[in-house]
């Protein structure tokens, strides 16, 4: 027998995939090693097996798979070229549609990942401060995959002490912890970067009546002059066109965006204040040099192109609202499921519509793996991939319905193993975490 799909990949691929939340590791044994193509909302295997997809590659597809007018946008860029000798046409207009589009972006500058957009922020914010240390919310899972921000998780084989030193940590919602971290480092705080909201969205302020988490972060960066730093990275083009910024009322010094930017097609950006981000500029007069973000295919023109399209289409079709209500009614209907299958009190729907997530808990109601893997695994025999929760406008009444399906067909399975013991039930290990230690 050939080797399988699984075996051939992790043979030439270290992690066997681009992505470490793509491998093995972090799907039940059932899902498909490979796919071949995704459409609309669906992915399908390589034999085509065919699955209603909540993964929506790692949240960058909003829109839906391999969305027309994207691709022909793209493909328009393509046959222009690609990638000029100077700038591009494009390259312009989109810098002009993102600054336009968000309050906060006076400039930009894109990337094709969002880790160097994320470190091309810190950088900005080191040069602008003549700072070293960096400051990130602890609860939030990834900011980027070079050394300042893998040096302050677990997984830091590889990374030298002196820049596992310089990133400190502060709890989100916890406006004391950061508070504490600023006043045991006066005047050696460079940044503080947080994701606006995750499943988490910011409490009310300690501060200011009316107001969030965001703005007392805001505050005492003002206060030390610190640069504040948002990674929009998940948030941008979900919680609103313009951003968590927008939704929640606080301006970042800067920020970040990628993910859903360009439906799938790899573009990230760093933006904000114009007096931070032209240390980046070759244009004032004996200023020294920064360093930003340069690269050959940093402004590849078929992202650019599919970037103006999908906030075209974000706006026309009311895309936002429509994340906003599916995940509402997903949320809703799953909820009720779950009572109707008496697993309320171990599975749970919630955070915010536009971005739902689940908790799956166990017997003693403590959040487990296991029976993450065993939901994971019967929603797959049911056809849906739900490994966690990315919505797109491709996501109608026909996947609400399909969803509902699985689910009422998975939590009687998820009752059982409740009663009677998970491992009866798995078919293969359970995930685990991507930031663990070892293998
Ligand atoms: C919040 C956040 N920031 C940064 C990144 C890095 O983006 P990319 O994978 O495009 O490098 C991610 C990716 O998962 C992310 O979720």
Redesign the pocket.
């Known amino acids: 027998m050939g080797l399988s799909y699984s075996e051939r990949l992790n043979l030439v691929i270290p992690g066997g995939a681009h ?1 470490y ?1 793509r491998g093995d590791d972090q799907f039940p044994s059932n899902a498909p090693q490979v796919l071949s193509k995704g459409r609309g909302a669906y992915i399908y295997g390589p034999e085509g097996e065919k699955f209603l997809d909540y993964g929506m590659a ?3 597809v909003v829109l839906g798979y391999a969305q027309e007018e994207v691709n022909l946008a793209a493909i328009e860029q393509i046959h222009n070229g690609n990638n000029l000798t100077r700038a591009s046409l494009v390259e312009l207009e989109a810098a002009e549609v993102m600054a336009g589009l968000i309050d906060s972006v006076d400039m930009v500058k894109f990337a ?7 470190s091309g922020a810190v950088k900005l914010a080191r040069a602008f401060t003549g700072r070293e240390l960096v400051v990130r919310c602890l609860q ?6 070079d050394d300042w921000f893998i040096g302050s998780t677990v997984m830091n084989k590889g990374v030298p002490e002196n820049i596992k030193k310089q990133t400190l940590s502060f709890t989100y919602n916890d406006i004391a912890s950061l508070e504490k971290v600023i006043a045991e480092n006066p005047g050696d705080i460079a940044c503080v970067i947080l ?1 606006p909201a995750t499943s988490d969205e910011p409490c009310a302020s300690k501060y200011f009546p009316g107001k969030t988490f965001l703005h007392d972060v805001k505050h005492l960066c003002e206060k030390s002059g610190i640069v504040f730093i948002l ?4 948030t941008g083009f979900r919680w609103d066109l313009q951003g968590a910024q927008k939704y929640y009322g606080v301006t970042p010094d800067l920020s ?1 965006f ?2 859903g930017m360009a439906n799938g097609f ?1 573009l ?1 950006a760093v933006v904000g204040k114009r007096e931070i981000m032209e240390l980046g500029s070759t244009k004032k007069s004996g200023a020294e040099r920064v360093f930003l973000l340069s690269s050959t295919h940093g402004a590849e023109m078929s992202s650019l192109g599919a970037f103006i399209k999908t906030v075209e289409i974000l706006r026309r079709d009311k895309v936002i609202e429509h994340l906003w209500r599916y995940g509402n009614e997903l949320k809703t209907l799953g909820n009720e499921l779950a009572v109707k299958h008496g697993i309320s009190e171990h599975f749970r729907f919630m955070g915010p519509g536009c971005s739902p997530v689940y908790v799956a808990m166990d017997s003693t109601k403590n959040v487990s793996f296991e029976f993450r893997t065993l939901f994971s695994q019967e929603m797959i025999k049911n056809g849906v991939m739900m490994p966690w929760i990315a919505l797109s406008y491709a996501h109608t009444k026909a996947e609400l319905e399909l969803t509902k399906v699985a689910l009422d067909k998975t939590f009687s399975i998820y009752a059982k193993a409740l009663e009677s013991g998970v491992g009866r039930f798995l078919e293969g290990p359970p995930i685990k975490p991507v930031f663990r230690k070892y293998n």
């Open positions: 992505t939340s790692l949240r960058a094709k990942n969002g880790s160097s957009a994320v939030h899972p990834f900011f980027s995959y994701e990674d929009e990275m998940i970040t990628g993910k790899s990230a």
